[in-house]
Each structure stands twice: as structure tokens, then as C-alpha cells.
């Protein structure tokens, strides 16, 4: 635009350099032609840069203002050449004047206002001045001007709307792709984010992991993954509402995470968060590190309400000692994890060989359970049940025992959780039911048979119903049968479970609770559940003769249990001085390795019929070491 200024207004310069005084051909043009100079030069050092919004306002103000002045000052120096040339010459100056403002509006197309101004401020004066000339050639010129120049602003003005248009479309565009891009930002934050504690979530917690295998492969470097789990974190649920567990989750997260920069935290879900260790850690500080993270959560938590206490305990695999994927190395995390529960609640325990090794025995043990002859395999042990001061038998408690053909005599600590994973424990309760009907139906009829129930059979009202068809098929009287449920199974389902109880007891059998006061619920189950029998965890008889406490809680039990009309029974009676002390407390029924050990169905038959029938005399223990 500025070029074709210049030379435009070069040209008419020379034309009049010796028709008009100087300062019209040579000092105006070198200042307009200056001017004109020094606005391409700042539009090229410009460039392409990126500008803002009230920037390129400004800007545009500016440009509306300068084609006004400089219009007018051209226009001007163009009529005051007119008067000093021969008639070729004044033609120039209108050919300048409409040739050069309308290559220029058309260059302004875009700014229809600066346009506009230069059309009124140039072209109307010229045209105004050519029409009242005095010549019919110049009328014609003015009036021509003003007709192109309105056709061309109506043109311009037509194309500015479809730029607007398309600058207006061109910014929806860019927003709504802004809009787009950062709602999807959103979208990824809160797929990877924690709702509740705003720490990574378990898919950001497996993707870090990832990231971290192939980052320590390439550079051949260590690092660790844990994965901890609150201890009583239940309790307070229950007690005081979702909301304050909720709070509880937050600050352990708050916690957790200012531990140390070198921690990755995230939650898993629940109450369970992972983590992972950075850094060449050796075992002993990995260990160090966990326990003080354990160490950390058992600190109290201050609420406005109340004050919780919760523990931790977590487990820890090492990377690459413990697995070379994430997927291994969180399953070996989340197993030594359990193994800490069991064995080392409250503590940091770090995945070894030796939980290698009991992987590969419990895939074995479920290899084998998949594939064992259950009726030939498995069969059934019982321990008795004695009245504490006859001594004489009431009942026995039937055991499920597996001599596996590969793997030997497994306990049923092992392959019993292990059924349940595989899914065989509801195949199995019903073979070893229908064994003990069969085995126990040879007995006296005032002895009664407990029989133990998994958490998948307390879970399923199907699985019960076949168990009570068992029982009536076998003839044997169901009111001489008990149904033997832990708190574990309970937890899983309480309504459930209420239904699947209230079954068995229309069947005609009773229900005991056992393991009874070692689970924080316990009594509630007593409230709400149809229970007929407690039987007391052996763990409040292991210092019992030296502990004076054990003894209240087992008297606080029988008064339960006799003010409910329940029966009583104490587990893991093995010594003398034991006994003596449950007598004193009351009458109860005991079982123990001090009566009798677990017997094969033909010893433990051989065991009654070897009982005395006097009732003074005391209990007969040869069967206990046959």
C-alpha cells in the first residue's frame, strides 16, 4: 500500500518539479513520501508478531486516524498542485487522487471504517473541487470518482462483514478448541485424581508404575512399590458416618503425602493408598521407611467430634528383585501386604524369597484343588466337645482334613482359603457335610456335630439351600446339628448373611459365632443375628492362669451367654490348670487338646465307646494319644 504511495506520489512530484514552487514539488513530497517510508519500515519490523487484543485495537484506532490526516494532507498537496499545471498536468493530479485512494481503500478492505474516512477525505474533496472546475472533462472525472468510489465502499463494505465474519468464526473456532483442549486437560486430571483426597487414583497410581519399570530398565536403576492398609479404619466408619471415614481418608492422604518428596502416593481405593519408593533404597531403609510411614498413620487424628486412632500396615516389592512388570510387582505388594496383616499388623514387610516360595506353594495347592477326587481325597477329623465339669463328652466339632496325593497332608489353614479362591469350597462343603452326616449318624443320639461354614457359603442363599437338602436326604435329626460361622464371614455381607442364618435355623439346626471377642462387632451380631452358641477364642486362655483380665472377659462371656440363653463354649483348653479356672468361673462346655485331638471318624467312634458311664469319674485322655 505505502509502496504504491510513494511511487504514485513521486511521479506527480517530478511532473510539476518545474511548474511548481518547491516547497509543492520537492519538500512536501520528500515529507509525505518519509512519512510513508517510515510506516512500512515499522509494519516489516513488525513482522508476524503475535499481538494482543487491546494491542491490535490501538492499532487499528490509529490507522482509522492516520488515513484520515494523511488523506487530507494529500488530498490538499494534490489540489495545490492543480492550479500551477497545464491541463495534462491537473489530469495527472485527478488520476493520482482516485487512482491512488482507491488502490488504497481497496488495501483497507478489511477496515471498512479507514476506508470509509479515506473515501470522504480525499475523494469528496476532489470530486467536489473537479465538478466546480469549470470544465466539462473534469465534471465528468468528479462525478465518476464519486460513482466508482461508492460502488467500491459498497464492495468493501460487503467483504468487511464476510472477513468479520469469518474472523468471528475463526475465534469461536480457536475458543471452543481452547475449550475442547482444556476441558479434556479436566477430563484427564480427574481420570487420574482422587475425588475424595484429590492424591493420584489407582489408574494414575498403575500408569506411574509403568512409566517408572521403563524408566529404571533403560537406566538400569531401582526403586520400589508399596501398597498400605489402614488398620481399624472400619470401626470408625461404622461408629461415627461415611462422612467423618471420608475425613479420615483426606487427612491420612494429607499425611502420607508430606512424608517425603521421594514418595509417590496415591489412593487405591477404600482405605488402601499406594506408593512408590524413589531412589536406590536398601532393604533395611525400604523397611525403615515403610515402618515410619506405618509410624506415621498410627499418630491420632483430631477431629472436632472425636479423635480417631487408626494404624497402618504396608507392604513393599522391589523392583527388579520382586518383579520386572507392574503388574507383578503390585500383585507381589498387595500379597506381602497380606501376609503383614496376618503375621505383622502395624508394620512394613518387604517381599523375599520366602514369599516367593509360599506363592508357589499356594499355586500348587490350587492346582491340585482344581483338580482333586474330593470324595476321595478329603475326608473328616472331630474334636470333642465336653461338658467343664463332667468331663464327659456333649458333641464334636468336625474338621476338614486333604491328603492330597501330591502334595501330601495340607492343613486346612491352607487349602481352605485357597478353595475359596479357586471356587471348589462349595463342592467342598457339600461332600464333607454329607460325610459327617453319614460318619456321625453311628453316634449317640444326645451328641451334637458342628460344622463349619466359609464366607462363600454364608454369601449365597443357594448354596444354603443345597446344604439343607443334604441334610434332610441324610435322615440325620437337623436339631443335633450346628452351623459353625466366623465374624469374617459376616463382614462381608451382615443382610445376607442374616438370611442365609435364618434358613439353616427354619431347617431345624443352631448356629454358633466363633472366635467370638476377638472382632470389635461382635456383640452387635449377637443382638442381630439368630445365634444359639458363642464359642470363645482360644487367645483369651493363652495367660489366662496368670492373667486376671482373660478371666473377667470369659466370666463377662458366660453371664452373656446365660442371660441370652446361649451355650457356651471355650476353645483351646489344653491345660489342667486351665479347666480349673473355667470351673470356677461356671458350668460351660470346653474343647481343647487336653480331652481330645482331632480323630479320624473310626477313633473318634472309638472314643465314645470307650467313655466311662459313671459321671463321677473324670474324662478319659488315652484317645488323645492314640
Not at 524413589?278 to 472436632?304: K, M, Q
Not at 495340607?410 to 454329607?434: H, M, Q, W, Y
Request: proline residues 3%.
Amino acid at each position: 500500500m505505502y509502496t504504491m504511495v510513494v511511487v504514485n506520489t513521486l511521479a506527480l512530484a517530478y511532473d510539476f518539479m518545474d511548474q511548481a514552487p518547491a516547497w509543492l514539488s520537492i519538500y512536501i513530497p520528500v515529507f509525505l513520501v518519509s512519512i510513508s517510508v517510515l510506516r512500512t519500515l515499522s509494519y516489516w519490523r513488525a513482522g508476524k508478531q503475535e499481538i494482543s487484543g487491546e494491542v491490535a485495537r490501538k492499532k487499528l484506532r490509529q490507522t482509522i486516524v492516520l488515513a484520515g490526516v494523511l488523506g487530507s494532507i494529500f488530498a490538499l498537496w494534490a489540489l495545490a498542485l492543480f492550479g500551477y499545471g497545464d491541463v495534462y498536468s491537473q489530469g495527472h493530479v485527478a488520476f493520482f487522487s482516485g487512482v491512488t485512494s482507491l488502490g488504497i481503500m481497496v488495501c483497507l478492505m478489511h477496515l471498512r471504517i479507514a476506508a470509509i474516512v479515506l473515501g470522504v477525505t480525499v475523494i469528496g474533496p476532489t470530486s467536489l473541487f473537479l465538478i466546480y472546475a469549470g470544465s466539462q472533462e473534469f465534471l465528468s472525472v468528479g462525478l465518476n470518482l464519486v460513482i466508482v468510489t461508492v460502488a467500491i465502499l459498497y464492495v468493501l463494505s460487503n467483504h468487511s462483514e464476510s472477513f468479520v465474519d469469518l474472523i468471528s468464526n475463526q475465534i469461536a473456532l480457536k475458543k471452543a478448541a481452547f475449550e475442547a483442549n482444556e476441558l479434556g486437560k479436566e477430563n484427564e486430571r480427574l481420570a487420574n485424581l482422587d475425588s475424595l483426597t484429590d492424591l493420584p487414583n489407582r489408574r494414575r497410581f498403575l500408569a506411574e508404575l509403568e512409566e517408572r519399570i521403563v524408566g529404571a530398565a533403560e537406566g538400569n536403576r531401582s526403586f520400589a512399590v508399596g501398597t498400605l492398609d489402614l488398620d481399624g479404619f472400619k470401626p470408625i466408619n461404622d461408629i461415627y458416618g461415611h462422612v467423618a471415614g471420608d475425613n479420615l481418608l483426606v487427612k491420612v492422604g494429607e499425611r502420607l503425602s508430606q512424608i517425603s518428596s521421594d514418595l509417590f502416593v496415591a489412593r487405591l481405593g477404600g482405605d488402601e493408598f499406594g506408593i512408590i519408593f524413589e531412589g536406590e533404597l536398601s532393604d533395611s531403609e525400604l523397611r525403615a521407611l515403610g515402618n515410619r510411614i506405618c509410624e506415621t498413620v498410627e499418630e491420632p487424628f483430631e477431629f472436632e467430634n472425636f479423635i480417631a486412632n487408626v494404624g497402618g500396615t504396608c507392604g513393599i516389592a522391589k523392583y527388579p528383585e520382586a518383579g520386572t512388570t507392574a503388574k507383578l510387582l503390585f500383585e507381589h505388594s498387595d500379597y506381602v501386604l497380606y501376609v503383614a496383616k496376618e503375621r505383622q499388623k502395624g508394620k512394613a514387610v518387604l517381599f523375599s524369597e520366602q514369599h516367593q516360595d509360599e506363592i508357589n506353594e499356594t499355586t500348587g495347592i490350587m492346582r491340585e484343588l482344581q483338580k482333586a477326587n474330593l470324595d476321595e481325597e478329603f475326608f473328616v477329623a472331630y474334636q470333642f466337645v465336653v461338658d467343664s465339669d463332667t468331663g464327659l463328652p456333649v458333641g464334636a466339632e468336625a474338621l476338614a482334613r486333604w491328603a492330597s496325593p501330591v502334595l501330601g497332608n495340607v492343613p486346612p489353614t491352607d487349602f481352605i482359603k485357597n478353595a475359596e479362591k479357586t471356587g471348589v469350597v462349595s463342592k467342598l462343603t457339600e461332600t464333607l457335610l454329607r460325610k459327617t452326616l453319614s460318619e456321625v449318624s453311628k453316634w449317640p443320639g444326645n451328641l451334637f456335630v458342628s460344622f463349619n461354614l466359609s464366607a462363600h457359603d454364608i454369601g449365597s442363599p443357594q448354596n444354603i439351600l443345597r446344604l439343607s437338602e443334604i441334610v434332610r436326604r441324610s435322615g440325620f435329626p437337623p436339631e443335633r446339628l450346628t452351623f459353625e460361622i466366623t465374624e469374617t464371614a459376616l463382614l462381608r455381607d451382615l443382610g445376607r448373611a442374616n438370611e442365609t442364618l435364618k434358613l439353616l435355623k427354619s431347617l431345624g439346626s443352631k448356629v454358633a459365632l466363633d472366635d467370638f471377642g476377638t472382632g470389635y462387632s461382635s456383640l452387635s451380631y449377637v443382638q442381630n443375628l439368630p445365634i444359639d452358641k458363642l464359642k470363645i477364642d482360644r487367645s483369651f486362655l493363652v495367660d489366662m492362669e496368670e492373667c486376671s483380665t482373660s478371666q473377667a472377659v470369659i466370666k463377662t462371656i458366660l453371664d452373656l451367654c446365660d442371660n441370652l440363653d446361649l451355650d457356651c463354649i471355650v476353645e483351646g483348653v489344653e491345660r489342667q490348670g486351665q479347666l480349673e479356672l473355667l470351673r470356677g468361673i461356671g458350668n460351660m462346655k470346653v474343647q481343647g487338646y487336653l480331652f481330645s485331638k482331632p480323630l479320624m471318624s473310626g477313633d473318634a467312634l472309638t472314643y465314645l465307646q470307650l467313655l466311662p458311664s459313671a459321671e463321677g469319674e473324670g474324662p478319659r485322655r488315652s484317645a488323645m494319644r492314640s
